[in-house]
């Protein structure tokens, strides 16, 4: 038995041939993809972003309830050591620098190999003192891990010389020493098209287009304050490299062919999440609710057991953590009684007559049951649940969002550890049903007000009549429906009692009742956090202006006084420091303050006193005004 997995991240489902994405994008490999696999219509993330999912591609099971961004722990099972310790060689490629940070750094030691590739989004590769000195950009966040990128660049001036490339190469040369062997698993991991979309000019030209403004192919984490033609070139820099992505695939495809492995090679393309690309006036992930764009993920699978099913969609509801199932029932490697995921295989064949109730595309005809609800989210942030047509995004209860507590025994996170006075005050919590026995420090974890889900309130759609979430619902017998589903889905994953409290929830679903409905609660903010936020170019611009560096703006007396006059107060709180590197516009569209109305007061204010030298020229627009930093 043989398998090989091509994980991408960031890969918008929305974009690619075979779910409908524009015609404008090149990405004839995907469409070939689909032709011999089944593309799952019905597929969700699970834990986010990135870590997370792949603690999930390993475990089989959600992690998001329990703690945030970390390694595998201690009591996780993972696939990839199964399969090695069950006598199938895993081997993983991969430039994704996560892995080898201190969040992910229990990874990579599960499979028998690895090789790993440098220089993606400010990976501490290359050593420069001097700084680097990019062109105008407009990313407002510049800090150390915008600087490593600039530098990195300069070494990957080549398609052979980037790290996606290399990572592809490694794995088409796995094939080629082993395709004649049994019993392996390839994974090809590429951090590609995760920001920043840096690709070569010869993508770039495959979406030719006017545009003469600053650099931008790496987005803040904030709502749209870009004009429209700045969003649309982000969105074809986006494009360019996810062609990069489709030629990649390509070379795998045509190796499988050439290796003769399509008659006995199991294959699966698959992503961790999407990436807003301007859709509901977001940029990004993580900072918002985790709507469709990000969280309905593409999922291609070739099962040479099925080759009748070349070519074909299917509706059933599935996940991330079906993966793992997946590959062990595959290889003949049982689960473990703490996988949560099921083979794919015994989701059944699905029904996709298109039902417009209930379950919805998750119903199946086949011999395995439906799944009859998803669910999705990350540590602190809404608990989420679908059942394939209607999605309910639950928010804490109150506006503290707490209590919040995170459960591990690897206390490491992204790129640093926890600190001393984060530990402080730990204590040892009861064993979860998947912890085999083991007790877990429990560490406080704080709630920043403006990143937690009650400045967006809990929130539900019908994808069936509003398939891109435009227009939220309320529907007080379909959210009690959810609501019961969702406390299922807690119990299920053995929630902690912290996040019951945190979101209002009972214990059980039959105590669920009128009193724990919260949508038509939080409507009023609901509905102003989707307000679209303030644009570079509804504003007059001088020399200085709400795009300005703030240290810059900060550092003219006359600017600093006419911020605390029209402001008053926005210098003495933390939201100056929130925002690293950041500017006016980004910081009101961030937090919402400054207001439309103050911004426009200062944005005038600012052009009498700095007024730009080019006196003539009245509707100065963000590709020739002067670049935040």
């Known amino acids: 038995m043989k398998a090989v997995m091509v994980m991408f991240d960031s890969l918008n489902r929305h974009m690619l041939p075979p779910y409908g994405g524009p015609e404008w994008v090149h990405a004839p490999n995907f469409a070939r993809l689909a032709a011999r696999t089944v593309t799952y219509d019905t597929c969700y993330a699970g834990s986010m972003p990135c870590m997370p999912a792949r603690r999930e591609l390993h475990t089989g099971r959600h992690n998001f309830l329990h703690r945030g961004w970390g ?13 090695k310790q069950h006598g199938v060689h895993t081997h993983l490629v991969s430039d994704h620098q996560h892995y080898w940070e201190d969040g ?17 989004e ?21 800090g150390e891990l915008w600087r490593q990128d600039w530098i990195n660049r300069q070494y990957l001036d080549t398609e052979a010389k980037q790290p996606q ?31 920043p979309f840096f690709t070569q000019a010869h993508y770039k030209e495959l979406y030719a287009h006017d545009y003469d403004g600053p650099h931008f192919d790496w ?20 494009a360019a490299l996810l062609s990069m992505c489709d030629h990649s695939l390509g070379r795998v495809l045509d190796a499988m062919d050439s290796h003769g492995l399509g008659d006995d090679t199991l294959l699966i393309v698959c992503t961790d999440h999407g990436f807003l690309l301007g859709e509901k006036g977001w940029w990004a992930k993580v900072v918002q609710p985790w709507y469709e764009e990000l969280v309905h993920t593409p999922l291609f699978v070739h099962d040479p057991r099925r080759p009748d099913r070349a070519g074909t969609h299917d509706a059933a509801l599935v996940q991330t953590i079906d ?23 015994e989701t059944g064949e699905a029904d996709t007559t ?8 998750g119903a199946t005809t086949g011999a395995g049951a439906a799944r009859t609800s998803a669910l999705f989210g990350m540590f602190g942030g809404h608990v989420n649940i679908t059942d394939g047509r209607h999605v309910y995004m639950r928010a804490c209860h109150d506006d503290t969002n707490l209590p919040l507590n995170e459960h591990t025994l690897m206390p490491t996170r992204i790129r640093g550890r926890f600190t001393p006075r984060e530990l402080a005050d730990i204590s040892l919590a009861e064993p979860f049903s998947f912890t085999k026995g083991v007790r877990t420090v429990r560490v406080p974890a704080p709630a920043p007000a403006l990143l937690g889900p009650q400045r967006f309130g809990t929130l539900l759609f019908d994808l069936a009549t509003d398939p891109r979430q435009e227009r939220p619902i309320v ?12 406390v299922e889905q807690l119990r299920a994953n053995d929630a902690p009692h912290d996040q019951y409290e945190r979101l209002g929830l009972p214990h059980d679903p039959d105590f669920v009742d009128q009193g724990h409905l919260l949508v038509a609660a939080q409507r009023e903010r609901a509905d102003a956090a989707r307000e679209p936020a303030a644009r570079a170019d509804e504003f007059p611009e001088g020399a200085l202006n709400l795009r300005t560096p703030l240290a810059r703006l900060l550092a003219e007396p006359a600017a600093a006084d006419a911020v605390r006059r029209i402001v008053p107060g926005l210098l003495d709180t933390e939201l100056l420091t929130l925002r690293g590197g950041g500017t006016l516009l980004h910081i009101a569209a961030f937090t919402g303050r400054p207001g439309r109305a103050q911004l426009t007061e200062l944005a005038r204010e600012l052009a009498r006193l700095f007024p730009a030298p080019d006196t003539d020229s009245t509707d100065s627009t963000a590709e020739d005004a002067e670049v935040p930093a």
Do not use: C
């Not at 400010?122 to 510049?142: C, I, M, N, Q």
């Not at 529907?475 to 969702?486: Q, S």
């Open 104 to 120: 992910g750094a229990t990874y990579h030691g599960r499979y028998s190999t690895w090789e790993f590739f440098r220089g993606q």
């Open 323 to 345: 993966l793992a199932p997946t590959l062990l029932e595959y290889f003949g490697v049982d689960r473990t009684p703490d996988m949560q995921g099921r083979p794919l295989r």
């Open 354 to 361: 298109g039902a417009t109730d209930g379950p919805g595309p």
């Open 475 to 486: 529907d007080n017998a379909v959210e009690l429906r959810m609501i019961r589903l969702l």
């Open 122 to 142: 400010g990976d501490a590769w290359k050593g420069h003192v001097a700084d680097p000195r990019p062109p105008e950009d407009l990313r407002a966040g510049r």
């Open 71 to 83: 390694p595998l722990e201690p009591f996780d099972d993972s696939m990839p050591e199964l399969l």
């Open 219 to 238: 987005p803040d984490y904030n709502r749209v304050t870009e004009t429209p033609g700045q969003v649309e070139h982000a969105r074809y820099e986006y």
């Open 165 to 195: 490339t290399l990572t592809f190469d490694a794995g088409l040369e796995f094939l080629r020493v082993n395709h004649a062997e049994d019993d392996w698993f390839l994974q090809i991991e590429t951090f590609d098209p995760h920001e």
